[in-house]
């Protein structure tokens, strides 16, 4: 059974740095395609980064590049998303995600529909303040 449990949100000023983790269970490590995307209230669900993990490829948003960074821990197990220079536009609730039902490329970060996703995790919430 698959599991994803997303840790790490947390409230801090503009500027400040968070680092959340998404611990996958059931899946391949080596390949497939996880991400993360993120809601902020009353907008839709955006793609903030897409991660193919067969040829180790990412793919982010135009508004987090520069700023945050996908990584796949040691254990292989887990997948963190290190978050620089936060702004109060980056508060939102994040979700992991894996098992994309479209390609695995830039194209994925448009498929924040819950359907466009075989896995979701319960998702974390980032408050960045002025």
């Known amino acids: 059974q698959v599991q994803l449990v997303e840790s790490g949100g947390g409230s801090v000023q503009a500027g400040g740095s968070l680092r959340l983790s998404c611990a996958a269970s059931?899946?391949?490590?080596?390949?497939?395609?996880m991400g993360w995307f993120r809601q902020a209230p009353g907008k839709e669900r955006e793609g903030v980064v897409i991660?193919?993990?067969?040829?180790?490829?990412?793919y982010y948003a135009d508004s987090v590049k520069g700023r945050f960074t996908i990584s796949q821990d040691n254990d292989m197990k887990t997948v963190s998303l290190q978050m620089n220079s936060l702004e109060p536009e980056d508060t939102a609730t994040y979700y992991c995600?894996?098992?994309?039902?479209?390609?695995?490329?830039?194209?994925?970060?448009?498929?924040?529909?819950?359907?466009?996703?075989?896995?979701w995790g319960q998702g974390t919430q980032v408050t960045v303040s002025s």
């Open positions: 991660f193919n993990k067969g040829f180790g490829i990412t």
């Open positions: 059931g899946l391949s490590y080596k390949s497939g395609c």
């Open positions: 995600v894996a098992e994309a039902f479209v390609r695995c490329s830039r194209e994925a970060l448009l498929y924040g529909e819950l359907g466009s996703w075989k896995y």
